[in-house]
């Protein structure tokens, strides 16, 4: 079983060396593909060192994974945030689930790093929210190709991408939420930023996509609220 691993970037040139070299303590087959929407680091020399096929593509994840899942090759898809971490044996992890044919893909349990309570309370609450058939890319997204095609993929979106994509998968078939080993991923986007106003963010841009918000709008907002300064930073 070959596995395509899809990882987007936009200047990720601090994050990217260990997301790889977490993939190189993998024991599947597989093949990394970068989607880079127009890096001005050094993003793209790091990903072609570590023998990963390169794609250029326009800026947007939705655009970015779209294009990594039509380059890939591999019986499964992995989409992994170029700040997101595997543990050793995550990709058996991943065959040994999709070995029941009735399985279509799933996602890992997350862990956010870093010592904050905030970072602590965040790993519980995406917990509860699996339970409920919600997750979202950062817990990586893995499917069967079959399925991926079947349900019309990634749509180029400038914002909820993988929210749209999960929604479709679950109606699709059952999956599975892979508990052991977990995934680590970054906190950084939440650095400096008051926890309510967080949260306060994401309920408005779920009930704002609930509304039929275009989605273009939905990424400014969320770009003005994640970039914008704190007072005594």
Not at 10 to 30: C, F, G, I, K, W
Not at 45 to 73: D, K, M, V
Not at 142 to 153: K, M, P, S
Request: hydrophobic share 45%; proline share 5%.
């Amino acid at each position: 079983m070959l596995i395509s691993i899809i990882i987007p970037t936009l200047n990720e040139a601090s994050m990217l060396p260990a997301t790889l070299a977490s993939l190189r303590r993998q024991e599947s087959d597989m093949e990394i593909i970068v989607c880079d929407g127009g890096s001005t680091d050094s993003t793209v020399g790091i990903a072609r060192q570590a023998g990963a096929t390169i794609i250029t593509t326009a800026r947007g994840r939705g655009q970015q994974l779209a294009a990594g899942a039509t380059r890939a090759t591999g019986d499964v898809l992995v989409f992994l945030h170029a700040d997101t971490l595997l543990a050793p044996g995550a990709l058996r992890a991943i065959e040994d689930a999709l070995a029941d044919p009735l399985l279509t893909g799933g996602n890992f349990r997350v862990l956010f790093d870093g010592p904050s309570d905030f970072a602590a309370w965040l790993t519980g609450y995406y917990a509860r929210l699996r339970r409920r058939a919600l997750y979202y890319g950062d817990s990586v997204i893995f499917l069967r190709r079959t399925v991926y095609e079947a349900i019309g993929g990634f749509k180029p979106i400038a914002l909820m991408e993988d929210y749209d994509l999960v929604r479709r998968l679950e109606a699709f078939g059952p999956t599975i939420c892979i508990d052991t080993p977990p995934v680590v991923t970054s906190s950084r986007r939440f650095e400096g930023r008051k926890p309510w106003r967080i949260y306060a963010q994401w309920v408005t841009i779920h009930a704002l996509y609930y509304l039929r918000v275009r989605p273009d709008f939905l990424a400014r907002l969320y770009r003005s609220a994640v970039h914008r300064p704190t007072i005594g930073r």
